[in-house]
Every structure is written in C-alpha cells, then in structure tokens.
C-alpha cells in the first residue's frame, strides 16, 4: 500500500487555568510536532462560507494547515485517491505532502487558518492549473511516489 500524502498531527495542548496554551514547535524527530523547519507562516481570515481557498498544490513544500478557530473542510487528491478533512480543533494540524491538491472551503463565520510552510514563497514552486497536477501525479505514480 503506498504511503499516504497528507496525515494529521495532534499537539500538545494544556489547560492553564486561564486558557488552553496548544504547544506548536519543530520536531523532526515526535509525531506531535512540525517534521520540518518553519520558513513561511501565513494566517488566513475573512472567509465566507461559498469561498473557496487553495485549488493547488506544491513541487516541493511541506506544509501544515491548522484551524486555529471557527472550521473547515479540506479536498485532497494524490492523483489516484481523494478524500476530504475536516479541520475544526486549534491543536490539530493537517500535513500535506508535495503533489497534494488541496482546497479548503465550508469555512464558518470567523474561521482563522494557520498554515506553517518548510518553504518561503516562490511562484515556481506551485502548481496552480489542476491539469497540469494530474500530469505531475501520474508521473509520481509511475514512479512509485
């Protein structure tokens, strides 16, 4: 069975009698922790529920798409299987792998997204047309991912 292309992580959160402090940090090494070093951080506000965000994927960035409040829904698609998330706890993230198409939408009032990237920006490094993904997937598939 081929290894899968996106998984989610739990972090550590605790209760400090004030509020829940959720322990976000790089460790290559623990599964409740970001396996890569953080170069980008975006925050991602104002969304309605008919808007639509992602409808791309990436060459080579890793990156982890975390609802720090309100919820939405993740597409995922590997070329041969989809499947869909739900992102709705401030402590759960979703890793997605390169050559994941993702789209995130059914955003509710007052949805914040947090995504960590291993990557700073760069145009060259997405795959913006959803043909052209299905042409790189199925190459990754040919060669056995």
């Known amino acids: 069975m081929p ?8 972090f550590p959160s605790f209760d400090t009698k004030n509020g829940i402090l959720c322990m976000i940090q790089h460790d290559s090494k623990k599964d409740i922790a970001v396996p890569f070093k953080m170069k980008k951080v975006l925050s991602i506000t104002g969304m309605k529920d008919s808007d639509k965000r992602g409808g791309h994927t990436h060459h080579k960035t890793h990156q982890i798409l975390i609802c720090t409040s309100g919820q939405c829904v993740v597409d995922l698609e590997d070329g041969e299987n989809k499947s869909s998330v739900t992102l709705n706890k401030p402590n759960q993230g979703l890793l997605l792998y390169p050559y994941i198409w993702h789209e995130m939408h059914s955003f509710s009032p007052n ?3 947090l995504v960590i990237a291993d990557r700073e920006y ?19 598939i040919k060669k056995g991912k």
């Open 3 to 10: 290894e899968p292309r996106h998984k989610l992580i739990d």
């Open 111 to 113: 949805t914040t997204l």
């Open 122 to 140: 760069d145009e060259k490094e997405y795959i913006r047309d959803y043909n052209e993904f299905k042409k790189w997937a199925s190459k990754k």
